[in-house]
């Protein structure tokens, strides 16, 4: 019942279904591995969008959605991650403040998610719901919190990661902070209404060919404005080209092992080299896996 | 301060005004008309929710507001009623508008040409300050530059057409009612006026002679709060600072036109709905602040009434404020004096710290390119939501103390709620049928294709940059509606949803309380698999943001997920953010007294959704006792009134409804 809504794009149903991928009890494994069982494969693409906090993406989200459902007829899920507070744990949850999207328009989603106090720029469920947006709508959308420590994480998630720039002053050459340039398959320089955009476009063009030697030519730089809406259409027609770029596998072992590495730390590390445990899938390997380590480091010791 | 050359004996009495909306534009005519017959010569006239945001009566967003604060008009066959029997050449009319404050002096000005009086008669004021809207009240539309440029337009079209007309009044009397300190008081108005006269230099249109008198035309509308002696001191503060402004960056020469000219409201946020008669005191305290002083006595005095934190004053409720004026104008001593103050080392010394900490506050936003860049990052914003949160931490700790409310909370019931009515207005709201077959009557007869080539001339003018003011005469004229005139220029401006200040606030409560809710707060997360989600809602046209800000503040500080979006949103939209969102609360916040057909529509929408197991809707408000009862029998789970002023009793609450479930 609720599956077939959810197909149908029913936003509650699909609301419904997001929160068992969210879940943190330990029970809804179970229930997850079922759902995605019962939808079948994914088949959709995920677009990674990054960048420092005001450069301006959930903004251009709030443009680029509307656009890709004008330009096509697939639908469009996004997923945004917003920080928390490390004292109460509770998180403003700001970027669906940018964003409003015509109410019962189901080609459309937003979901937001707290990165709940931890450093890396998505939440630590985001890869979860991820697999079940992928098989309901045809994009997915992930807005990560800002360009930070795991930039790693957007990067194995993403087919495609935009990240968004804005216009700086003066000639501080801030793109290149190390690590953060080399992330991103193309560069959106938004706020192009700021006179100073034009100098930082053609600064942050030269000094990608410096940073990016290998690149075999330079990444795309897009120029837009979500307050005009200059530009947006172009990048819309980017993002609707995007093809899949990882397997479900190869993601599926990324985030088995941060998922590892934040549950269990190095021990969980040392007591995952060398074995199969997705051989089961993801989730009963999540589910075997406190049990597991338990046992053996009861033998270790 | 420069005193006036020969001070006449006794001091003129200030205008004494009241402020008062009604129903339908026939029932404001009679009202009108049966003051001006007792004497009365100036008009002030509020307008309700829909025509304030540019909405026809009949949009769906307008229909529960239509009437309710104020007089709806559509067209200019209102207008024609509305002042019906009443000449505008010998009328001082003052109209609260802002959004669509172009339009409404379009109308009027519309209104006298069609009667055949002379148009550059007309005498008055709009609002028309939309930098305060943004960061207060809320009645905005188009985005910032837009905005300005209206008011801008407005100032070059009143200077020569109608010289007497005020285009706008420079506002901070709702910044405080936001929370504002008296030195951002200061500086946040000083700021806009500065930013305003700028542009007005910069679009070149007025010559310097020119140039001065608008500085001349440019009015304020204060508050005054408690504090009465601090908040004279505010008032002469305001009055160097705005002399030595024109004089310095303006170059103004005459004395007269750098005179600080002001109105007042006093203060009605710090007015309780606990032992309301103690309000009637707190008015009185008030008014001193801004009578006291001759040399920075105000021009206008309106004063709110006892039951203001229940409902709209009822005629006696106005009545007994307009007493307190009254005896304080003709009884006391007070308007025979000079200045008490002047020469006082306290006051000089209280004075220069102000003016001190709201100059080196205005440079800093005049830095930042003015007010326009400041309202976009929200800088100002977030001052003023930083400042509420302040202010209501201090009242929830005791710090700051509020008789009857946190402290000599016992007493005796009071007489003045005992009455049938229990001290509450009741609005007429069958007027709104009428008014919207009115509505269709002016669609259905007047000429189309003058109507829509009024509107098309009206959108040109908006791309091309040139003044909007006759084109929206014409509309005026060719019968367009409120509606379409705003809709035209929303799809040339856009509407803009300004920043909400809350991001990275917090209170400044600590404890056992906030422990031991937080701790609960993550049993419940654990229990139910994800962190507890709260969509703060401000369904409708209502612009009263303090009460949402507050709680999505409080929320997040005991460790909600909170999501809160701003005013003016449909029930709808907020249904949807829940929806989607996975909330497990709706908390709407009302004001503005439509919270029956609000709540309605919320639940409506979440049975339509067949979310209503899972999403539980609390409300808050001013909201009767009578209906409270009401709300709850709907399946509204709680309903909070002002006297909940505890914020963490709010928080467990709302917490013990989801430990229910
Ligand atoms: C401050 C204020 C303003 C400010 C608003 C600033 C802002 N950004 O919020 C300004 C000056 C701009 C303003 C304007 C107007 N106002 Co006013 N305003 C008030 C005032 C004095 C205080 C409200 C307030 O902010 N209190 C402080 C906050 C923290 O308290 P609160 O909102 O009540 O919230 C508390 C509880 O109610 C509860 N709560 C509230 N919401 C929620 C939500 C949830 C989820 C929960 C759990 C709890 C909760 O918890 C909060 C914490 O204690 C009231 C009268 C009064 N004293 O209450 C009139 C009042 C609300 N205003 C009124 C009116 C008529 C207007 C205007 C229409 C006047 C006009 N014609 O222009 C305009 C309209 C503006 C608009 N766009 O809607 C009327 C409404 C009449 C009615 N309901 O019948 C009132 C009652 C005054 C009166 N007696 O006439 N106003
Ligand atoms: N001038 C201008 N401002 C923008 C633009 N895009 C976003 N902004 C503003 O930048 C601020 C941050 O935007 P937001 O979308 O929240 O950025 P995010 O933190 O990257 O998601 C907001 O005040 C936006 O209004 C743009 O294209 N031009
Ligand atoms: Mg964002």
């Known amino acids: 019942m609720t599956l077939d809504a959810a197909r149908a794009l029913n936003k509650h149903a699909v609301s419904k279904l997001v929160s068992v991928f969210e879940d943190t009890r330990p029970q809804a494994a179970g229930q997850r591995a079922e759902i995605l069982d019962a939808l079948g494969p994914a088949r959709s693409t995920v677009i990674g969008i990054t960048g420092t906090p005001g450069a301006g993406k959930s903004s251009l989200v709030a443009r680029l959605v509307p656009a890709m459902l004008a330009e096509s007829d697939l639908s469009v899920a996004v997923l945004a991650v917003d920080p928390a507070s490390h004292v109460s744990g509770g998180a403003l949850l700001g970027d669906r403040t940018r964003t409003r999207f015509a109410t019962g328009e189901k080609r459309a989603f937003f979901r937001s998610q707290s990165n709940a106090a931890e450093l890396g720029g998505l939440a630590p469920t985001t890869f979860q719901v991820t697999r079940l947006l992928k098989r309901l709508f045809d994009v997915v959308i992930v807005e990560t919190v800002g360009i930070g420590q795991s930039e790693l994480d957007i990067r194995y998630l993403a087919d495609h990661v935009y990240l968004v720039l804005q216009p700086l002053g003066g000639d501080e050459i801030q793109f290149l902070k190390a690590g953060i340039i080399e992330i991103p398959d193309s560069f959106i320089l938004n706020k192009c209404d700021d006179p100073a955009a034009n100098q930082s476009y053609y600064q942050l063009r030269s000094s990608l060919s410096l940073a990016r030697p290998f690149d075999e030519e330079v990444p795309p730089i897009y120029r837009t404005s979500a307050r005009t809406g200059e530009g947006v259409d172009e990048v819309a027609t980017a993002m609707l080209a995007v093809q899949p770029r990882h397997s479900d596998a190869e993601r599926e072992e990324y985030f088995f092992g941060r998922w590892v590495e934040d549950e269990w730390g190095a021990t969980g590390r040392r007591y995952m080299a060398g074995r199969e445990l997705l051989a089961g899938g993801f989730d009963a390997a999540q589910a075997q896996f406190g049990p597991g380590i338990v046992e053996w480091l009861g033998k270790v010791e | 301060m420069s005193t006036p050359a020969a001070l006449p004996e006794r001091d003129r009495p200030w205008i004494i005004r009241t402020y008062a909306g009604h129903s339908s534009a026939k029932a404001s005519n009679e009202l009108y008309r049966s003051n001006l017959e007792k004497g009365q010569t100036g008009l002030s006239i509020a307008f309700d929710l829909p025509t304030q945001c540019g909405y026809d009566s009949d949009d769906p967003i307008a229909r529960p507001e239509v009437g309710k604060v104020g007089v709806p008009i559509n067209s200019l066959d209102d207008f024609h009623v509305l002042f019906d029997g009443i000449p505008l050449e010998k009328m001082n009319t003052s109209m609260t508008i802002n959004g669509t404050a172009m339009w409404l002096l379009a109308l009027y000005v519309a209104l006298a040409r069609e009667r055949g009086e002379d148009e550059s008669k007309l005498q008055g004021t709009t609002q028309n300050d939309l930098i305060k ?472 929408g979440l049975r339509e959704q067949d979310a209503d197991e899972d999403i539980a809707v609390v409300v808050g408000g001013i909201i009767p006792p009578a209906d409270a009862t009401e709300l709850e029998a709907m399946g509204i789970k709680r309903v909070f009134t002002p006297a909940d002023y505890e914020l963490m009793d709010i928080m467990e609450s709302i917490v013990e409804i989801l430990e229910a479930r």
């Not at chain 2, 309202?375 to 008789?403: C, F, H, P, W």
Request: aromatic share 8%; hydrophobic share 40%; charged share 25%.
């Open chain 2, 133 to 604: 809207e943004y960061l207060a009240r809320g009645t905005y539309i188009f985005p910032p530059e837009a905005s300005m440029r209206l008011i801008a337009e407005m100032y070059e079209y009143c200077l020569e057409a109608i010289p007497k007309w005020n285009a706008s009044n420079i506002c901070s009397y709702h910044l405080q009612e936001a929370g504002a300190t008296p030195v951002q008081e200061l500086a946040f108005a000083l700021a806009n006026a500065i930013s305003l006269l700028d542009l007005l230099k910069e679009r070149g249109h007025f010559d310097d002679e020119q140039f001065e008198r608008a500085v001349g035309r440019i009015s304020f509308f204060v508050n005054a709060g408690i504090r009465f002696v601090e908040e004279m001191c505010k008032m002469r503060a305001f009055g160097e600072l705005w002399d030595s402004y024109t004089a310095d960056r303006f170059g103004v020469t005459e004395e007269k036109y750098r005179r600080f000219r002001y109105g007042v409201q006093v203060n009605s946020l710090g007015l309780t709905e606990a032992q309301p008669e103690n309000n009637a005191w707190r008015i009185i305290l008030e008014s001193l602040g801004v009578t006291l002083s001759r040399n920075a006595r105000c021009r206008a005095l309106q004063l709110p009434a006892w039951n203001e934190a229940m409902s709209l004053p009822r005629p006696w409720d106005q009545q007994w404020s307009l007493r307190l004026q009254q005896i304080l104008a003709y009884e006391t001593d007070l308007l025979e004096y000079p200045d008490l103050f002047d020469g006082s080392p306290v006051v000089q010394a209280k004075v220069q710290e102000l003016m001190d900490e709201a100059t080196a506050e205005i440079e800093t936003i005049l830095g930042m390119g003015g007010v326009i860049p400041a309202i976009e990052s929200g800088y100002m914003k977030t001052a003023l939501v930083r400042s509420m949160s302040e202010r209501m931490s201090a009242i929830n700790s005791g710090d700051q103390i509020v008789v009857g409310l946190n402290k000599w909370t016992e007493g005796l019931p009071s007489p003045l709620t005992a009455g049938d009515d229990g001290g509450i207005f009741k609005v007429d709201d069958k007027a709104a049928e009428a008014i919207i077959a009115g509505l269709e009557h002016t669609r259905a007869s007047r000429d189309t294709a003058r109507a829509e080539a009024a509107i098309e001339a009206l959108k040109a003018a908006a791309r091309d940059g040139s003044s909007l003011m006759e084109p929206s005469i014409e509309c005026a004229l060719a019968r367009v509606t409120t509606g379409e005139w705003a809709g035209a220029l929303r799809e040339v401006f856009g509407e803009y949803r300004p920043a909400t200040g809350i991001e990275g606030q917090q209170l400044g409560l600590t404890g056992d309380r906030v422990e031991v809710l937080r701790e609960r707060i993550n049993t419940l997360a654990e229990q139910m698999g994800h962190r507890p989600r709260i969509v703060v809602g401000k369904p409708g046209l209502d612009g009263h943001s303090n009460g949402a800000e507050v709680i999505a503040v409080s929320a997040r500080h005991v460790g909600f997920d909170v999501i809160y979006s701003g005013i003016r949103l449909s029930p709808d939209e907020i249904v949807q953010s829940a929806v989607e969102e996975g909330a497990d609360v709706i908390g709407a916040s009302v004001l503005s007294g439509s919270h029956i057909d609000l709540a309605k529509q919320i639940l409506e």
